[in-house]
């Protein structure tokens, strides 16, 4: 059997991943669009305070949580995992009994979040914090590193005989994959998106302790960047879709910068024809590249697991997926000779989230913005993400910015993920929105196995795609 998995993010690293551990001859196409949201997201693994009233998310994301151990221990090498708990903090005691409740009713069939603890003083676990805050801890919260993650599962698929290849694949009507050189400069986005039913109240409920929908007048469907726009005035992440107050994993997230393509990247086996001028903007990869260019790839299933640009990627089948990009900007602050390796994760009810990595780094962030494919920092985003944090932890005043990051979360307007079969012969995964690095490597064996037909372990129907 041959696969083609388009795109080499977390979920499609993970179907390669579990797709060549058995047996299967895998290709890996990625294009490189400069946003692409793993390499940009946070790592927060927290599923248990999202989602109230969509059971269907929940499910994805608690199943995803629950990956990561057997997951840690399979791929056996270092990839930023650490069980380091989160805070759920507020100024008023009182904002935290809602998710206390929510907690308390999920328990029993998600014991891995471990018992619920008042913590009188969070300055105590994480000492830049505001002493005016109250906080709950759940011992079971997790950080990934969300770079590592993809690129010890793309190492692993190669070393099982799976191909990474640099260049744009581009399906033709009947679902067949054709593979053109990638641009010196790949394009941000063709500037179309879903703009339907839906969009303006993509990525859900407000009564989330992470608030999933962005507050700006940007959400209400004009999806394009305007030069004021992302300005001071937009929220941080606490009107996010992802932790306490921001993405958690499938948003800008991870202390490293990551490769494009991993270590040992594998050669095309055939010659791609010679790359085109860039084309930073304009018509989407399907009307740049006619079916009849490019080196036609082999596949019996196509994946497509593009992130933000699945529907740019899908629309030469006919359909167009109600899929759109959401900006996070976020920031990497180092605080000199302090060990923050395994301080806890800090989820706000309204304001940022922060959380520590190894090497003294505290990130922060992130914005949610709805302005098209425009993946920049700006002085506005950087401004909100920096005010909010240091009212949440005044200690981190004199913290060095080390690193600032942007990604382009793909969201599915009309609620959860995207997973299903477009056709008999492509397999969608995408719309993990900011919980791409919770649910990503869990998505990607479930999508690995719809291509081989195999009986899924979570019911896929509230997932499915539209028909084509």
């Known amino acids: ?26 290709t ?14 946070a790592g927060i693994v927290c599923p248990w305070v999202d989602h109230p009233e969509d059971d269907a998310w929940y499910r994805l994301t608690r199943e995803g949580a629950r990956h990561y151990p057997a997951l840690v221990e399979a791929l056996g090498e270092d990839i930023g995992y650490a069980k380091v708990g989160a805070l759920l903090v507020a100024e008023d005691p009182v904002d935290l009994e809602p998710v206390r409740a929510l907690l308390r009713r999920r328990y029993a069939d998600a014991p891995e979040m471990g018992e619920v603890t008042d913590v009188l003083t969070p300055s105590d676990l994480f000492p830049p914090l505001s002493d005016d805050l109250s906080a709950l801890l759940v011992p ?17 698929a190669v070393a099982q005989g799976a191909e990474v290849l640099r260049g744009d694949a581009v399906l033709t009507p009947d679902g067949r994959v054709r593979l053109h050189a990638a641009d010196e400069e790949p394009p941000a ?51 996010g879709d992802a932790p306490f107050g921001g993405p958690p994993d499938g948003s800008p997230e991870g202390p490293a910068p990551i490769p494009p393509a991993p270590a040992e990247p594998v050669q095309p086996a055939a010659p791609v024809r010679p790359a085109r001028p860039a084309e930073p903007a304009g018509p989407p990869a399907a009307d740049r590249a006619p079916a009849d260019e490019g080196v036609p790839l082999e596949a019996d299933v196509v994946i497509v697991a593009a992130g933000a640009w699945t529907g740019e990627v899908c629309r030469p089948l006919g359909v167009e997926l109600p899929v759109f990009p959401r900006r996070g900007q976020i920031l990497h602050a180092t605080l000199d000779g302090v060990d923050t390796a395994f301080w806890p994760i800090v989820l706000p009810r309204s304001g940022p989230y922060l959380l520590g990595f190894p090497g003294s780094r505290v990130v922060i962030g992130a914005t949610v913005e709805d302005v098209g494919f425009a993946p920049r920092v700006t002085m506005g985003g950087l401004d909100e993400v920096i005010a909010a944090g240091l009212r949440v932890a005044p ?14 979360r793909p969201v599915n307007a009309p609620g959860p993920a995207l997973i299903g079969r477009l056709t008999p012969r492509v397999v969608v995964a995408t719309g993990l929105s900011a919980y791409g690095l919770t649910a990503g490597p869990f998505t990607g064996e479930l999508v690995a196995r719809l291509a081989l037909d195999e009986q899924s372990p979570i019911d896929l129907t509230p997932y499915a795609p539209p028909a084509v």
Do not use: C, H, K, N
Not at 28 to 41: H, K, L, Y
Not at 203 to 211: F, H, P, Y
Not at 395 to 408: N, P, Q, W, Y
């Open 1 to 26: 059997m041959r696969v083609v998995v388009i795109g080499s993010g977390i979920v499609g690293a993970s179907a390669a991943y579990y797709l060549s551990g058995r047996g299967v001859a895998v």
């Open 28 to 41: 890996v196409v990625d294009r490189g669009s400069q946003g692409q949201a793993t390499q940009a997201g």
């Open 140 to 156: 079971g919260a997790a950080r990934v590193d969300g770079g590592a993650v993809r690129d010890a599962l793309l190492r692993a």
């Open 189 to 239: 986005g063709d500037g179309r998106q879903w703009t339907g039913p839906g969009a303006e109240a993509a990525g859900g409920e407000t009564a989330s302790w992470r608030q999933a929908a962005p507050l700006t007048p940007s959400s209400t469907g004009d999806l394009t960047e305007s030069p004021l726009e992302a300005s001071a005035e937009g929220p941080v992440a606490a009107a």
């Open 395 to 408: 200690g981190l005043f004199g913290a060095t910015v080390s690193e600032t990051r942007v990604g382009l």
